[in-house]
């Protein structure tokens, strides 16, 4: 069963870049997008973006063009990178996978989430 | 962006009991629905796909409706493990969307 799990500094200070990796184990990159969501202390969840396999990539426009998301096959690994963060963007940020069938998406599998706080 | 709506925002029950939440779009979106289920300090988890598709190694009390604007999900014989806020997403079109979350308490 394939299995996500994110990486990346806990706390980031506002102003700066968030940066996350996520890493993908027992599953192929091949044939799915892989994207990321964030959920807010408390809050429901926020798509921010996500890559195809073949480096198409599209964002969450709410986030203003602060978003680059990337794909690495051959480490199996793909990232985010979120410029000028305040403290809106304090939340768990999830990896997860996207199986598209005919034309039908569906996130059906998700890393366990990294909670980024924004603080000086 | 679709908005989503999903009613109640929290609901009571007892194990054994039949639960359903409704999901609405603010526009139609076919069967391009999902929902997932979030236990307290975990990832969400997938259970319908389109509408009304089980994902694999789902238990088959969930079970989801619906089509256009209005959605269900229900729950029959509601279990200990059923405890959790459940999440409607809409895959219809960019940004995909999520409902606000239904609490449900055992």
């Known amino acids: 069963q394939v299995q996500l799990q994110e990486s990346g500094p806990g706390l980031v200070k506002p102003s700066e870049t968030l940066s996350l990796t996520c890493t993908v184990s027992?599953?192929?990159?091949?044939?799915?997008?892989w994207t990321w969501i964030r959920q807010s202390p408390g809050k429901s969840l926020q798509w921010i973006a996500y890559?195809?396999?073949?480096?198409?990539?599209d964002n969450n426009p709410a986030l203003k063009n602060r978003v680059t998301i990337s794909l690495d096959t051959s480490k199996k690994e793909f990232s985010l990178r979120l410029m000028s963060v305040t403290a809106a963007d304090t939340a768990v940020y999830y990896c997860?996978?996207?199986?598209?069938?005919?034309?039908?998406?569906?996130?059906?599998?998700w890393g366990p989430g990294a909670l980024v706080t924004v603080s000086s | 962006d679709i908005q989503m709506t999903q009613s109640p925002s929290s609901l009571s029950a007892s194990v054994g009991d039949r639960v359903t939440i409704t999901c609405r779009a603010i526009?139609?979106?076919?069967?391009?629905l999902n929902w997932y289920r979030q236990k307290p300090g975990k990832a969400p988890q997938l259970l319908i796909y389109g509408a009304s598709n089980l994902h694999s190694e789902v238990p088959s009390r969930f079970s989801g409706s619906g089509s256009g604007t209005e959605f269900t999900l229900t729950i029959t014989s509601l279990q200990p493990d059923d405890s959790a806020t459940y999440y409607c997403q809409q895959s219809y079109n960019f940004p995909w969307t999520f409902g606000q979350g239904t609490k449900v308490e055992i």
């Open positions: 027992n599953g192929s990159i091949s044939n799915f997008y």
């Open positions: 997860a996978r996207v199986r598209v069938i005919r034309g039908f998406s569906r996130i059906d599998f």
């Open positions: 526009q139609r979106i076919n069967t391009y």
């Open positions: 890559v195809q396999d073949n480096g198409r990539t």
